[in-house]
């Protein structure tokens, strides 16, 4: 009985023993890079944009890139001075804005034509004007934010109208073209800070809220609910009627250089010190994605493509790209 019992507990304590040798710990979870490198080392990319067809228009100082693989490599197709704005027409014109020109191409990039912004000043001068951002409705007409109010052009470039009509403050630093074909132009102001145009910008009415004085509108998005979206300084604005009212919905230290939405309705935002950060809630709550990125990169500007890929032009470290679809 005794040689039993044992063998009975020596056999218990091998299987135990067997089970202790034998036990895996759980992995630790190391988070995987949400960015990779893309291309353009060293280069300030200000500005990214996409061609119906798929190819990539950027924009460095002085310079015009034009990528047909995706982004993987690039040609110079224009040595100019420019501001950083891109603008693409429904039949994928080119617009670059130069200091107070608009650079335009319809043959991605091969040739160029330019104009001259201008406009008569109250002392009867002609005076010019800093280009902010470029924007295009599905007519063709392309809308341009200056420091002198909306230009409009409805051929292509070739000759613009001024567009101020309402507008107290006339220096706009954002635009948007809506699902209902509204005119958004976000300003840099000192009092209220968007205006909205139904008739293709020839009159202008103010969004009259207190929120929104001392703001400076540096992005408009809409989703696909119709939701708009308008980001400023330390504040991100929210819009369920067609712009005629918001409201706060985020308050971060920083400000919202651009802004893009994609299908699922999930938001991506660059601050102005700090890597992308993505709201899936409408904006209430944030999540930081910049694992991958150099240490202290600062993003200028955000590309979806149709892929579903994300493009990140930085502040000097040039172009970086999602490692998978945000789809």
Aim: hydrophobic fraction near 35%; include cysteine.
């Amino acid at each position: 009985m005794r040689i039993y019992l044992v063998i009975l507990l020596t056999s218990l304590f091998l299987i135990q023993a067997c089970k202790k040798e034998n036990t895996v710990e759980p992995p630790i979870q190391v988070e995987e890079d949400f960015w990779e490198f893309n291309s353009q080392p060293n280069k300030i990319i200000r500005n990214i944009k996409m061609c119906s067809n798929g190819y990539m228009v950027a924009e460095y100082p002085n310079k015009i890139l034009l990528s047909t693989d995706n982004g993987d490599t690039w040609n110079v197709i224009l040595s100019a001075y420019t501001e950083g704005t891109i603008g693409i027409g429904p039949n994928d014109e080119i617009y670059i804005a130069g200091y107070s020109t608009v650079l335009y191409s319809y043959d991605y990039g091969n040739t160029w034509n330019q104009r001259e912004i201008t406009y008569t000043a109250p002392d009867s001068t002609q005076t010019s004007t800093i280009i902010f951002c470029i924007e295009t409705d599905k007519d063709g007409s392309v809308y341009l934010g200056t420091m002198g109010g909306v230009f409009r052009s409805d051929d292509r470039g070739n000759s613009w109208k001024r567009l101020v009509n309402g507008m107290f403050i006339k220096d706009i630093r954002s635009l948007l073209v809506s699902s209902t074909n509204k005119i958004l132009a976000g300003s840099n102001s000192i009092v209220n800070g968007i205006y909205i145009s139904t008739d293709k910008g020839e009159n202008w009415q103010d969004v009259n809220m207190a929120s929104m004085d001392g703001q400076i509108f540096f992005s408009l998005a809409e989703d696909s609910l119709g939701n708009l979206y308008a980001g400023g300084i330390n504040k991100l604005f929210f819009s369920i009627d067609n712009g005629s009212s918001w409201q706060v919905i985020s308050n971060v230290n920083s400000s919202f250089i651009d802004m893009l939405i994609d299908k699922n309705n999930n938001i991506y935002t660059c601050f102005g010190g700090s890597g992308i950060l993505i709201s899936k809630d409408g904006g209430t709550t944030w999540e930081e994605k910049s694992k991958g990125l150099e240490s202290f990169v600062r993003i200028r500007s955000l590309l979806l493509a149709k892929n579903g890929f994300l493009f990140a032009g930085t502040d000097g470290n040039g172009l970086y790209k999602s490692k998978k679809s945000v789809y």
